[in-house]
């Protein structure tokens, strides 16, 4: 269990590396060499995926299921960023999300499938087994893991950026983004090659039906079943270094969950001529809406913990006593980086919300040491945050105090029995001639 002091009462020393000396690193372990290696990575696996895929839905296929099947991404990036605005990770997290599932989930998922599936005909002698067999049974097993191969390396080698449910959902749905995006390539690319050997056109042909069963019905269907491995390495992440059993089958739930309801989703077809549907219905509809409202949850509780973990910072006076209150709602971090961006441009509104983002990692940092589930990092670690707040004080302060004051809910006041001329208070907004940010 993690010691520490009730309130951090020395500030780091200005200028130089706040934990102390790096020890020197080896050539291969040096950021850029991984950094390197890893897009080199992801740059060969896109190359072999998109070769396979314009093999086989051709030229003209492929480049028409890659404008429709482009359309959804925009707004599911944009739906996990909306989650994770209390704490946003770096973009480089969610850039290697989605190039993983696009690139490395997606060519091992269609080379496993293809070989494994082949393999099963073969094996059997009945070829169509074997497809409700690989879609069924194969293919979950080999998605679900590919993808949630991305999560756990995230886990492991960004572990700063992974401190609950809302990372591992926000992970987890980009990568699955990425995937269903080469997948929804491949297949609306396949469908335009059948309707141009049938020459079917308009609502009958089997690309209308593909766009609408895939992209309009249900563009939610891969990032939900991998939300599920996210939540659970999100619980793992929560949970004290010492429960090494719960951090394990915790994720190892999750990903079994993700396969069930994949396979599920891949054998409604099976049921009959309204499988799908009902499917649809009485499940995934369901299991949206209940994930959707779990995440949501975790977001007001995790303002909720900021609300609650930060006076501590106000009393030692790293903080103003305003800015737990502001801190811990979202509207008024936006009108303080509003404020900011008013008086002094961009770059006050981005250290306003380097600040806010920063406040609410120190946030995380004490609960979890608090309930003894922090690493032995944590002094280290708080004393960076710290110094980082410090750093950008003079900025962001007068744009959160004034966010505080315009958020504050109002308090009633009784009016003297004598006649008042004039008005009294705070009004809202400052002079427009005043500006909090020039020197």
């Known amino acids: 269990m993690a010691t520490h002091p009730p309130y951090p009462t020395h500030p780091p020393q200005p200028g130089g590396p706040v934990g102390g000396a790096l020890r020197h690193a080896h050539w291969w372990q040096r950021t850029w060499v991984l950094y390197g290696a890893l897009s080199t990575l992801l740059a060969?696996?896109?190359?072999?995926?998109?070769?396979?895929?314009?093999?086989?839905?051709?030229?003209?296929?492929?480049?028409?299921?890659?404008?429709?099947?482009?359309?959804?991404?925009?707004?599911?990036?944009?739906?996990?960023?909306?989650?994770?605005?209390?704490?946003?990770?770096?973009?480089?997290?969610?850039?290697?999300?989605?190039?993983?599932?696009?690139?490395?989930?997606?060519?091992?998922?269609?080379?496993?499938?293809?070989?494994?599936?082949?393999?099963?005909?073969?094996?059997?002698?009945?070829?169509?087994?074997?497809?409700?067999?690989?879609?069924?049974?194969?293919?979950?097993?080999?998605?679900?893991?590919?993808?949630?191969?991305?999560?756990?390396?995230?886990?492991?080698?960004?572990?700063?950026?992974?401190?609950?449910?809302?990372?591992?959902?926000?992970?987890?749905?980009?990568?699955?983004?990425?995937?269903?995006?080469?997948?929804?390539?491949?297949?609306?690319?396949?469908?335009?090659?059948?309707?141009?050997?049938?020459?079917?056109?308009?609502?009958?042909?089997?690309?209308?039906?593909?766009?609408?069963?895939?992209?309009?019905?249900?563009?939610?269907?891969?990032?939900?079943?991998?939300?599920?491995?996210?939540?659970?390495?999100?619980?793992?992440?929560?949970?004290?270094?010492?429960?090494?059993?719960?951090?394990?089958?915790?994720?190892?739930?999750?990903?079994?969950?993700?396969?069930?309801?994949?396979?599920?989703?891949?054998?409604?077809?099976?049921?009959?001529?309204?499988?799908?549907?009902?499917?649809?219905?009485?499940?995934?509809?369901?299991?949206?809406?209940?994930?959707?409202?779990?995440v949501i949850w975790t977001r007001q509780r995790e303002l909720r913990t900021v609300r609650e973990e930060l006076p501590a910072y106000a009393v030692a006076g790293w903080l103003t006593p305003a800015e737990p209150y502001a801190l811990g709602s979202m509207r008024a971090r936006r009108l303080a980086r509003d404020y900011a961006a008013h008086y002094g441009g961009r770059p006050a509104a981005r250290q306003v919300a380097q600040y806010e983002a920063y406040a609410t990692c120190l946030a995380f940092l004490r609960h979890r040491g608090r309930r003894g589930r922090a690493g032995a990092d944590f002094v280290v670690r708080e004393r960076e945050l710290l110094y980082e707040l410090w750093r950008r004080r003079d900025v962001a302060r007068p744009a959160l105090d004034h966010a505080a004051r315009a958020t504050a809910p109002p308090v009633p006041v009784l009016m003297p029995p004598w006649p008042v001329y004039g008005a009294y208070g705070y009004q809202g907004m400052p002079d427009p001639a005043y500006n909090p940010y020039q020197t």
């Open 44 to 294: 060969l696996s896109g190359l072999v995926i998109l070769a396979l895929v314009r093999e086989q839905t051709g030229t003209e296929g492929f480049l028409v299921g890659l404008g429709l099947a482009v359309l959804p991404v925009p707004l599911l990036i944009a739906a996990f960023r909306w989650l994770d605005r209390v704490a946003p990770g770096p973009w480089r997290n969610l850039l290697f999300a989605f190039a993983w599932g696009a690139c490395a989930a997606a060519l091992i998922a269609i080379v496993a499938n293809s070989f494994a599936t082949k393999w099963i005909a073969t094996a059997t002698a009945d070829p169509s087994s074997a497809d409700t067999l690989g879609a069924t049974v194969i293919a979950p097993v080999v998605e679900e893991s590919a993808k949630a191969a991305a999560v756990l390396l995230v886990f492991l080698f960004r572990r700063r950026d992974f401190t609950g449910i809302v990372d591992g959902v926000v992970i987890a749905g980009v990568t699955a983004t990425g995937f269903a995006f080469t997948e929804n390539i491949l297949y609306l690319g396949t469908a335009f090659g059948t309707d141009q050997l049938t020459g079917e056109r308009g609502i009958a042909s089997v690309t209308a039906a593909t766009f609408f069963v895939r992209i309009v019905m249900s563009p939610f269907a891969h990032p939900l079943f991998t939300v599920l491995t996210g939540i659970g390495f999100g619980v793992a992440a929560i949970s004290a270094e010492h429960q090494h059993l719960r951090r394990a089958l915790v994720p190892l739930s999750g990903l079994l969950l993700a396969m069930g309801m994949h396979a599920i989703w891949n054998g409604s077809s099976t049921f009959g001529e309204y499988g799908f549907f009902a499917v649809y219905a009485a499940f995934m509809v369901p299991a949206f809406g209940l994930l959707t409202w779990l």
